[in-house]
């Protein structure tokens, strides 16, 4: 048997390694859909089963369910910055941190961390504790096909037909969702629509964040422009959010049951739920961040955004969601569609020329 040539040796490398990419790819689509779906379960602890929202008069209850998922927000992209800052540290990188921030690139991904954490995740969890997981994660999963539109628009970047085509796809697939029966004896009412408009929100947000944190990322390591993306969100939350939803609260709702929220959450048995949520979101962002740098952007995101349908399944294994055949072929239209948008799928899983 004749001996490899150093060309086939280094062939063989590159395809393991784009393998692996894939891998990794996959992962952060399964672990996001399950840690949306964890964020959902969270409501069913203490302190939020203390608040009975639809005994409550609207605005107030509004007012309540808006404070339930900016706690879950802060807590999410908090624990998310403690683990990927634990899993740099172990890396050798944490001291890039630093650096990383006093160079243009990294001001870049700063805003983008604005755009994705306080505005983005904001919205994501608002839709989720107004609808389940399940009709939320669709929504935000169409942000490559708001991205490819965004971009177009701004940048003038030219698209193939493939990706209007998977445009379109989102939009159908969106009205799916929206329209899609809530199961048996269950009417959708003006919550469902504001979970709908909030999910677009955090659609936007996210599609925003792509545009600027794939210049910043460019140039910087993806491990260390994740961490500090977590750590600059969950300290504008800190700073920022928190204070402000917390005054505007207190002043036409009352205090104590808003700051009780806030505080009394690290206290309950909904601090580990969010602590588990924190750790399958944050290394949802190490896999699709590492799929990124192993098989390229396209298919880092096209992977990624099956979450779509992992948040359904994972919806309707662990929650009382009664999924309907329209939820399902929304939610596979838009993944379908955002696949399109991404990356063309002959070339999806076509490794050789990676």
Known sequence: MSE?????????KQLKHAKKGILAGVLSGVLWGASGTVL???LNYEPFTRYDTSSMEFRTGIAMLVAFSLCGALMHDMFASIWVAVHNIRAGKFKEYGRTLRTK?????CIGAILGGPIGMSGYLLGITFVNAAYALPITAAYPALAAVLATIL???????RVWVGVVLCILGSFLVYYAPLGEDVEKDVYFTIGMVLSTLACLGWASEGLLSTYGMDMIDPDIALGIREAVSAVAYFI???PIVVLYMSTHFGLAPVWELFTSATRTSAF??????????????VYWYRALNMTGVARAMALNV??????VLFGALFTTLEPTVY????????ALGAILVSANPRELFKLRNV
Do not use: H
């Open 327 to 334: 939820l399902y072929m929304g939610a596979a239209a838009i």
């Open 155 to 161: 940048f003038k970047e030219r698209n193939p037909a």
């Open 40 to 42: 959902y379960l969270a």
């Open 306 to 311: 099956t979450y779509a349908l992992w948040g």
């Open 105 to 109: 690139p990294g001001k870049m991904v």
């Open 240 to 242: 920022f959010v928190i």
């Open 4 to 12: 490899k040539t150093a060309q086939e040796v280094l062939d063989e």
């Open 272 to 285: 580990s739920i969010y602590c588990l949520a924190g750790f399958l979101g944050g290394f949802s962002y």
